[in-house]
RNA sequence: GGGCGAGUGGCGGAAUGGUAUACGCGGUAGUCUCAAAAACUACUGGUCGCAAGGCCAUGUGGGUUCGACUCCCACCUUGCCCACCA
């Protein structure tokens, strides 16, 4: 066997005994964890903890965090006391469903879950605030989401309403609206027809209607703050759109039609027009409209099938016919049992039936019929609708069917100027359906058949059109949201039961505060009913209490809450989770709210914020605390796919960070998920990538270990020194703008530029070059780093050259106990960030890019003082010999010359 | 139906008015080795050419500009979000 040349010998990376070993130094150490009443500059980095699914941590959320903990980490190393928790979400259906899988009540499987997911989350090597983690099925948490609760309560922000609402037959309990998904039907069949049916969120089982009384959040209140502080947020304008439209401001009018009125004595009168029904407020149609400019276009009105007035007319406060009351009743019911899915199933099939009742167009006193019809809903306005087939699509698909009267009261305008002959769309002036085929048009136009208010131009005239329609008393401004209340109770077990108690004689109160938590009984049959009641509701002993107000005999609300509730706020109680005595320090929630960043995912952009934001507004309402929005900045991340395919457990390509932890180490993985894709975009997951990191890594441990750190600052070329600057300042930019693919390329390049100078030129890494670029490194590979900074700068700077020959790696006792006594001042973590120095980044020379007509010919050095003499440029660009070939003989019409960069000749 | 984005080598992606294809993967050749792996080194958009060099390429077609991946218009493809919302 050969002898090797005694060289310096490099100790072998051994990532996991690393990452190990500097992962539990910096948690007995609590390096990570700033005091929260002292903390000079307070940064809050958030993250949106996770949903403990016991199948453990998806790469994907290693994604998000590592993403978070790197910016974390950034700016740790500018100054800041980052405090950066984490916990988990670990209440809810999503868990619950997860322990009726596996046979295992949801408390144990808590258990199980919690410790696999700590332990995953502490491999990844993020820098968390382990002290203040919070669980939110601890009930030292939930007792405070029941105080929030009942805050909401007594500030009259939470109600119980029966409503319709949706029901998940699978998870067997109802939803909020937010969390009805709509989801394409694949049809066996090769049907035309892509058939869109609702379905629950989290298992995707369609959803059913349901008449249950139910809690419910008034945050529709908030519609209007909600919207308008979306102004003032550093949000990513997608999610502020997604918010927008999920509020969904409508302007628009209110306008009353009056119902023509047969009372039973009343037979004579064959319309049944009388003054007195006409001014019976009681018997009118209230309908809200957004295109109020089409109120002549008005043919019929149409209701839903829960409209109250429905509900009369089969209660026969209204004559009709016997035999079409049966066939009335017959339509409302089979709507009402309609499974939304089923409604929206038939989707271009419009149903309906006359009521046999007939209103009146307050403008034109036309009879008008008024049908009912499932395509309006009772949820939104105000259940029922004035139709204008001429002008929109559904009335104009339901007046087609029913062969109802079309009119068109708007007339296209002018194409402009496309065509030359200016067309004037032709327009019938009324047309019957029954003569020739109408078209239906929705777009702006001038108003015609519309007496005086013909010639006015929509949208601009809308304004005139509600004026005269206040004038004359017909009408009122309205806005309307498609925001509707949060309902939040669940028929289920695994959450934080509703703490409210109701009583006969004093109705529902909330529990006293001392009487909290309501604590989660623990019991057998936790598994959801489906009869449209917890399973607490039959355990006596839960449900069985004293009034607080009279003491007389009570029952306790056996719901409990939507997991949204639970994550509607948790990022106050991390500021004060050591506190018992309430939900949260104000003083602390002062120093370290609003969160300075948010990073999480662009599917929470409705749901989880829009809660999160209407509980903080409620909180600054309820006076405690000063602030309406709880994100300053909120930044969405992309979503990771695997080799261009979505990750998902049928496909079986879900990629768990374990095994690549394992393999190559948590820096490698941490580094690779960064630097695959930019962050905001997502990226693709490929194995071959993270080898090719882990390459990175290693040449990187072997360039530090391998030459002898000088520990004198002896001359570096000025290019060299450019490069290091060039480095920091790219760096430094780049994870400010969360642009992490393109930091760690620089670095890399950086790598490639320094790998081959010290190879050609015999030359030595300075310390300062090594240091610098361990800790521009840092927030990415946190282990790795630590571990060469202590292990090679630390003892360059403790001793002689001798001392940077490599020591030992893999348990704690290679490090000293003085290390680790103050590991908090001397690890790489909290070192300054490096700072470039523009002097070093100033070129003498710059090249400028010679064209001849816009095409590159040749470029040209010029010396910076030589910047604006475009003479000499212009000289020197023409004595290139590429340049001459292009030019020469030519006519030069133009020199464009564009300082420092480009000169580019234009010729004949 | 409405809203928002994206389309660049064999692949993930850089570049936001001025040298397109940085960085990484993959590939080819070489060094080391008995050999392989690993590691290291060089090359790597297409095309014509011995070479020098030329021409062509950022979804398609137009436009603006001295100059366009970048800005404008139309179209095609694709992803995401919302949707009988009156």
Redesign the pocket.
């Known amino acids: 066997m050969k002898i090797k040349k005694p060289e310096l010998k490099i100790p072998q990376y051994q990532p996991n005994k690393i990452e190990e070993k500097w992962q539990k130094i910096w948690e007995r150490n609590a390096i990570y964890s700033p005091n929260l009443d002292t903390a000079k500059k307070p940064f809050y980095n958030l993250m949106m903890f996770p949903y403990p699914s016991a199948e453990g941590m998806h790469v994907g959320n290693m994604y998000a965090f590592t993403g978070a903990d790197v910016y974390g980490r950034f700016m740790r190393m500018q100054g800041f006391d980052v405090f950066e928790p984490i916990g988990l979400d670990g209440f809810g259906i999503h868990s619950e469903n997860y322990a009726i899988k596996v046979g295992r009540h949801p408390k144990e499987q808590a258990k199980v879950s919690e410790w696999n997911f700590y332990r995953q989350l502490h491999a990844t090597g993020n820098g968390f605030d382990w002290i203040r983690r919070l669980e939110t099925y601890d009930p030292k948490y939930y007792k405070w989401t029941q105080w929030l609760f009942i805050q909401l309560f007594k500030a009259g922000l939470a109600y119980r309403k029966k409503a319709p609402v949706s029901f998940c037959p699978s998870c067997k309990t109802v939803l909020a ?2 969390q009805v ?2 989801k394409l039907k694949t049809t066996t069949q090769k049907s035309q027809l892509d058939e ?1 049916i609702a379905v629950c969120e989290r298992c995707g089982t369609g959803v059913e209607k349901r008449e249950l009384e139910q809690w419910f959040l008034k945050i529709t209140n908030y519609a209007n703050r909600l919207l308008t502080n979306l102004a003032k947020l550093d949000w990513s ?2 999610v502020k ?2 918010q927008r ?2 509020i ?1 401001k ?1 302007e ?1 009018a209110r306008i009353s039609f009056p119902v023509i009125l047969r009372e039973r004595s009343d037979r004579e009168d064959p319309i049944g027009i009388s003054r007195s029904a006409r001014n019976d407020n009681q018997h009118k149609i209230e ?5 109020h400019d089409t109120l002549y276009g008005a043919t019929f009105l149409v209701l ?1 099938p829960e409209h109250p007035i429905v509900a009369s007319l089969l209660n026969s406060k209204f004559k009709i016919q016997n035999s079409k009351l049966d066939e009335l009743k017959r339509y409302v019911d089979k709507a009402k049992k309609k499974t939304e899915q089923e ?2 199933a ?6 309906g039936i006359f009521s046999g009742l007939y209103g009146i167009n307050p403008v034109n006193n036309e009879k008008i019929p008024i049908w009912i019809a ?13 139709a ?1 087939p001429g002008h ?1 699509s ?2 104009y ?1 339901f007046a087609k069917h029913y062969k109802l009267t079309i009119k068109n009261v708007i007339a296209r305008s002018e194409t402009t100027k496309q065509s030359q002959s200016a067309k004037i769309a032709t327009l019938p002036s009324v047309a019957r359906n029954d003569k020739k085929e109408v078209e239906v048009y929705t777009g702006e136009g001038t108003i015609v058949n519309s007496n005086k208010w013909n010639g006015w131009k929509t949208p601009q005239d809308v304004g005139k059109v509600i004026t005269w329609l206040e004038n004359k008393g017909l009408g009122e401004r309205e806005v ?1 949201y ?1 925001l509707r209340d949060w309902l939040i109770s669940r028929q289920r077990y695994w959450g934080p039961p509703i703490p409210m108690i109701y009583c006969k004689r004093c109705k529902w109160q909330p529990v006293p505060e001392d009487g909290l938590p309501v604590l989660l009984p623990d019991v057998k049959n936790w598994k959801p009913t489906g009869t449209g009641k917890s399973p607490l509701a039959s355990v006596e002993s839960f449900v069985n209490a004293t009034c607080p107000n009279c003491k007389g005999k009570a029952k306790r609300e056996t719901d409990v809450s939507d997991t949204f509730l639970d994550s509607a706020w948790y990022f106050f109680r991390y500021t004060s989770n050591d506190i018992e005595s309430s939900a949260f320090d104000i003083k602390r929630v002062k120093k370290w709210l609003p969160v300075a960043i948010y990073i999480g995912g ?2 929470h ?2 749901l989880h914020l829009l809660y999160s934001r209407f509980i903080t507004m409620a909180l600054y309402d309820l006076g405690f605390i000063s602030f309406e929005e709880p994100f300053s900045r909120f930044y969405a991340h992309g ?1 990771l796919i695997k080799e ?1 395919a ?1 990750m998902s457990k049928s496909k079986g390509n879900v990629v768990t960070p374990d095994e690549y932890i394992k393999k190559y180490g948590a820096d490698t993985l941490r580094c690779y998920l960064m ?4 962050f905001d ?4 997951f ?1 194995d ?2 993270v ?6 890594i ?2 990187l441990w ?1 360039l530090i270990n391998q030459f002898p750190i000088s520990n004198f600052q002896f001359p570096i070329s000025d290019e060299r020194r450019k490069f290091m600057n060039k480095t920091i300042k790219k760096v430094t930019e780049d994870i400010e703008a969360l ?1 992490y ?2 930091a ?2 620089a670095m ?2 950086w ?2 530029y320094l ?2 100078e010290l ?1 050609t030129k015999n030359s030595e890494l300075t310390k300062e070059e090594a240091e610098t670029f361990l800790k521009l490194l840092a927030p990415f590979a946190p282990h790795v780093t630590e571990e060469l900074y202590h292990n090679v700068i630390l003892s360059v700077s403790e001793g002689s050259l001798a001392n940077a020959s490599p020591v030992s790696v893999g348990d704690s006792s290679s490090v000293s106990r003085q290390t680790q006594n103050n590991i908090k001042d001397i690890s790489i973590h909290a070192q300054p960030w490096p700072k470039f120095d523009p002097k070093f980044l100033e070129e003498s020379k710059t ?1 400028i ?1 010679v ?1 001849v ?5 040749d ?1 040209i050095i010029i010396q910076n003082s030589e910047f604006r003499i475009q003479n000499l440029i212009e000289k020197k660009a023409k004595q290139s010999e ?1 340049v001459k ?1 292009y030019i020469e003989g030519k006519l030069i019409k ?1 020199v ?1 010359y ?1 300082e420092g ?2 000169i ?1 000749f ?1 010729t004949e």
């Open positions: 609206d937010e998904i709509k869109e304008e997608k759109i997604a439209q999920w969904g409508s628009g309908v809200f409209t957004t295109r839903s409604r929206i038939e989707g271009k099939e419009k149903t499932d395509y309006v809903l009772m949820g939104y306005g105000t259940g029922a609708i004035m204008v929109d559904r009335d698909e309307t498609h662009a599917e952009s409705v979503l261009g979505k630097f695959l894709g930019p975009g997502g990226g693709d490929y071959t990538g080898e090719g990191m882990h390459r990175f290693k040449r072997r642009r693919n393109t760690i390329a890399m390049e790598y490639n790998n081959l190879r090249t890019v064209q007509n816009g095409k590159v010919r470029t590429r070939k133009k464009v564009v960069k480009v580019n234009v």
